[in-house]
């Protein structure tokens, strides 16, 4: 039986850090990112990791090798993203497109895929040998905007890590890069999907016209030191199943009923996670959705779109009422705050960014959940088939680590396909969480004793 993956150690083997630029030369242009694109929030590496098995219909070919040739033809399609992002008055974001590359690493692993364990997700053991933070290229300006680091596993496997600038893309954005590398690396001479910048269609209005109140941007003085302590921080990855998701809906009413497992999943981690971190019973907490918008335009936005089209809608209440009230309270917020957005909400969020200085999303006494289970990641294929697990390489990115989290789709060592998700807690919380979380999964009695999988660091 392999070990568990938490406390598995190998060596990796680094190639010099060099530059992969496009293929063909590429226009040398200025070209301005949206004003959702450029907000403070965004402003971060997003890491994602992929898993792929020993295929032995490739014999012979060498991942990095193929991956390596195939990002320089992409770039030639994708040139902004071998740009370098510079800063324009009012703190407007401006790629000059220079041709310059994106940052590649070779490597090798003395691992086997098997090593990793049967679950393979979030946390990663030596995930930072794994997508290696080339010391100078992580900053937001000025540097490159993507960093791919190609390892090489013992069995004939490998893992493919991505950092992505996350002004560029959104997960969409970035899926479609991604697929669009693996198409060419299987023999494709351009893109099934061309990419479309357009990145004017989610521009402020002229003039600015604010029309939602957006609290998901309200200035919020963290007068208790509430925000998460980084040191002291635990990894835990939680599964949901449809044992797990059924008993969850045990809780939701009638006229509940047609929520969606996001939804109630978000609703189920914000209290308990807000029960866990005991904020103030008085002071104010928010849930913060991603919601993709790209279907809420008329027209909606063009096939190809591959900047940043999402919202982040928000619910507010007080910790007393959140953690009081059943389940169902929960639930109504997160779904009326995500019914919230349509094309008039991102016309006024864009308004309200530039009107405000381009904040970033309030963070104290937040959580924000962002469903990655349809993004694509698990599709993506070099020639080697599908990841054995595809997606974010970590919970709680951003700016404030911890208050973000992801669910991403998984299937368990039993073969039952669910999701997962990574969370990043202080300890004693952490402890608190569990404890709120398998008392309500274990709220009905016919449910039995839960097969909840929790892996940590």
């Not at 997700?121 to 300006?141: A, I, N, R, T, W």
């Not at 103030?280 to 936005?301: G, Q």
């Not at 274990?442 to 999988?453: A, M, T």
């Given at each position: 039986?392999?070990?568990?993956?938490?406390?598995?150690?190998?060596?990796?083997?680094?190639?010099k850090?060099?530059l992969?630029?496009?293929?063909?030369?590429?226009?040398?242009?200025?070209?301005?990112?949206?004003?959702?694109d450029?907000?403070?929030?965004?402003?971060?590496?997003?890491?994602?990791i992929?898993?792929?098995?020993?295929?032995?219909?490739?014999?012979?070919?060498?991942?990095?090798?193929?991956?390596?040739?195939?990002?320089?033809?992409?770039?030639?399609?994708?040139?902004?993203?071998?740009?370098?992002?510079?800063?324009?008055?009012?703190?407007?974001?401006?790629?000059?497109?220079?041709?310059?590359?994106?940052?590649?690493?070779?490597?090798?692993?003395?691992?086997?895929?098997k090593?990793?364990?049967?679950?393979?997700?979030?946390?990663?053991?030596?995930?930072?040998?794994?997508?290696?933070?080339?010391?100078g290229?992580?900053?937001?300006?000025?540097?490159?905007?993507?960093?791919v680091?190609?390892?090489?596993?013992?069995?004939?496997?490998?893992?493919?890590?991505?950092?992505?600038?996350?002004?560029?893309?959104?997960?969409?954005?970035?899926?479609?890069?991604?697929?669009?590398?693996?198409?060419?690396?299987?023999?494709?001479?351009?893109?099934?999907?061309?990419?479309?910048?357009?990145?004017?269609?989610?521009?402020?209005?002229?003039?600015?016209?604010?029309?939602?109140?957006?609290?998901?941007?309200?200035?919020?003085?963290?007068?208790?030191?509430?925000?998460?302590?980084?040191?002291?921080?635990?990894?835990?990855?939680?599964?949901?199943?449809?044992?797990?998701?059924?008993?969850?809906?045990?809780?939701?009413?009638?006229?509940?009923?047609?929520?969606?497992?996001?939804?109630?999943?978000?609703?189920c981690?914000?209290?308990?996670?807000?029960?866990?971190?005991?904020?103030?019973?008085?002071?104010?907490?928010?849930?913060?959705?991603?919601?993709?918008?790209?279907?809420?335009?008329?027209?909606?936005?063009?096939?190809?779109?591959?900047?940043?089209?999402f919202?982040?809608?928000?619910?507010?209440?007080?910790?007393?009422?959140?953690c009081?009230?059943?389940?169902?309270?929960?639930?109504?917020?997160v779904?009326?705050?995500?019914?919230?957005?349509?094309?008039?909400?991102?016309?006024?969020?864009?308004?309200?960014?530039?009107?405000?200085?381009?904040?970033h999303?309030?963070?104290?006494?937040?959580?924000?959940?962002s469903?990655?289970?349809?993004?694509?990641?698990?599709?993506?294929?070099?020639?080697?088939?599908?990841p054995?697990?595809?997606?974010?390489?970590?919970?709680?990115?951003?700016?404030?680590?911890?208050?973000?989290?992801?669910?991403?789709?998984?299937?368990?060592?039993?073969?039952?396909?669910?999701?997962?998700?990574?969370?990043?807690?202080?300890?004693?919380?952490?402890?608190?969480?569990?404890?709120?979380?398998?008392?309500?999964?274990?709220?009905?009695?016919?449910?039995?004793?839960?097969?909840?999988?929790?892996?940590?660091?």
């Amino acid at each position: 039986m392999a070990p568990p993956a938490t406390s598995l150690v190998f060596t990796v083997r680094r190639c010099k850090p060099e530059l992969v630029a496009p293929a063909k030369p590429t226009p040398h242009e200025f070209k301005q990112l949206s004003d959702i694109d450029d907000q403070e929030g965004l402003r971060f590496q997003i890491p994602v990791i992929q898993f792929y098995k020993y295929d032995p219909s490739m014999q012979g070919r060498d991942p990095a090798r193929v991956i390596r040739e195939a990002l320089a033809k992409t770039l030639v399609f994708y040139y902004p993203l071998a740009g370098r992002l510079r800063e324009g008055p009012g703190r407007k974001l401006v790629i000059e497109c220079t041709g310059e590359g994106i940052v590649f690493i070779e490597a090798d692993a003395d691992v086997t895929l098997k090593q990793f364990g049967d679950a393979l997700q979030p946390p990663f053991p030596c995930l930072e040998e794994l997508l290696f933070d080339v010391p100078g290229s992580g900053e937001v300006l000025n540097c490159p905007l993507v960093l791919v680091q190609v390892t090489r596993l013992k069995c004939g496997g490998f893992i493919f890590a991505l950092r992505l600038n996350h002004t560029m893309c959104d997960a969409a954005g970035l899926v479609q890069f991604m697929a669009a590398v693996g198409e060419i690396a299987c023999g494709a001479s351009s893109p099934s999907i061309l990419p479309v910048w357009q990145r004017r269609l989610l521009d402020a209005r002229d003039p600015p016209s604010v029309t939602f109140a957006h609290r998901e941007y309200d200035e919020v003085a963290d007068t208790k030191g509430t925000l998460i302590p980084l040191d002291d921080m635990l990894h835990k990855s939680f599964f949901f199943g449809p044992s797990e998701v059924s008993a969850l809906r045990k809780f939701v009413p009638h006229h509940l009923g047609k929520c969606s497992t996001f939804e109630l999943l978000t609703a189920c981690l914000w209290r308990c996670r807000t029960i866990a971190i005991k904020p103030d019973p008085n002071e104010e907490v928010r849930i913060i959705c991603i919601v993709d918008a790209r279907s809420k335009f008329n027209p909606p936005l063009p096939t190809g779109y591959y900047g940043n089209g999402f919202a982040f809608p928000v619910a507010v209440t007080t910790t007393e009422k959140l953690c009081k009230n059943p389940l169902s309270y929960a639930l109504e917020l997160v779904k009326k705050a995500k019914n919230e957005v349509n094309e008039e909400y991102m016309r006024s969020v864009a308004d309200m960014l530039v009107t405000r200085g381009r904040p970033h999303f309030t963070v104290v006494r937040a959580y924000l959940v962002s469903d990655l289970t349809r993004a694509g990641f698990k599709d993506v294929d070099f020639g080697w088939g599908k990841p054995v697990y595809g997606g974010a390489a970590k919970g709680g990115v951003g700016a404030i680590p911890g208050v973000a989290s992801f669910l991403i789709p998984f299937k368990n060592n039993m073969g039952e396909d669910g999701i997962v998700v990574p969370i990043c807690l202080p300890a004693p919380a952490m402890e608190i969480f569990v404890k709120e979380l398998d008392g309500l999964l274990k709220g009905q009695p016919e449910i039995g004793n839960s097969k909840f999988i929790v892996s940590s660091l």
